[in-house]
């Protein structure tokens, strides 16, 4: 199961900040938080991940709490491009490989 | 960087038929692979995955299997299919012991009448 929750969805205006929550209450000192996106009808794409420390790349920053409980992911100027579902994901571990089980996302929606 | 190939993109089958989805990676070696499943407006659900050749890991129980008979070869088959195996099916891939950063394939959308 996903150890995840996120808003449903969310609505943002053009140019502006998207800020995209997540609550990871039972995330473990050692275990990453990741985010995704999946554009309608592909498959999703990789954003940015992290364990303790606020992360920034070309794509989004990611935000995470002092006591890693919950996350924000924050899309700095979103465009009509950026409406997709986000994923917001903790590892799961045990098994072969450590795996990433999705929940059902926040749709993004930028509006013009 | 990997490249995912899955094929075919769109399928319709009926009810009882078999199923035979493929998936191939390029520019790795030694990927873990992954096989999805997205049911219209669900999440993604994560079917199996291996970390070698001839290694299958399945996470639900369901009427699919999987197999991987190449190091960049990964199949997904069934041999009578359901109504509710309908979706859309997605390959990923990783490698390596770093970051759990998953590159994900076009998908297969599979229809059962």
């Known amino acids: 199961d996903a150890k995840t929750t996120q808003p449903t969805s969310m609505d943002c205006a053009e140019g502006r900040a998207a800020n995209l929550p997540c609550n990871h209450s039972t995330i473990s000192g050692n275990e990453y938080v990741y985010w995704y996106r999946q554009i309608h009808s592909q498959g999703p794409q990789y954003i940015i991940h992290g364990l303790k420390n606020n992360e920034t790349n070309e794509m989004a920053s990611l935000i995470i709490t002092e006591d890693r409980k919950s ?22 571990y045990g098994g072969a490989t450590n795996k990433l089980i999705f929940g059902t996302g926040t749709l993004l929606a930028v509006q013009p | 960087s990997q490249t995912i190939h899955q094929w075919p993109a769109t399928l319709v089958q009926p009810v009882g038929s078999p199923l035979s989805l493929e998936c191939t990676v390029e520019g790795t070696s030694n990927p873990n ?10 999440g993604l659900q994560l079917l199996f995955y291996s970390v070698g050749i001839g290694q299958i890991s399945s996470e639900v129980p369901q009427n699919l299997s999987a197999s991987r008979p190449q190091d960049r070869q990964f199949i997904l088959s069934s041999k009578k299919l359901l109504l509710s195996d309908s979706g859309f099916y997605l390959c990923a891939c990783n490698w390596g012991y770093g970051a759990n950063v998953l590159t994900f394939g076009a998908g297969s959308r599979l229809t059962v009448l």
């Open chain 1, 71 to 92: 996350s924000t992911l924050i899309l700095p100027h979103a465009t009509l491009r950026d409406t997709a579902v986000y994923y917001c994901i903790v590892e799961n």
């Open chain 2, 33 to 42: 692979l992954y096989w999805y499943r997205q049911a219209a407006g669900r």
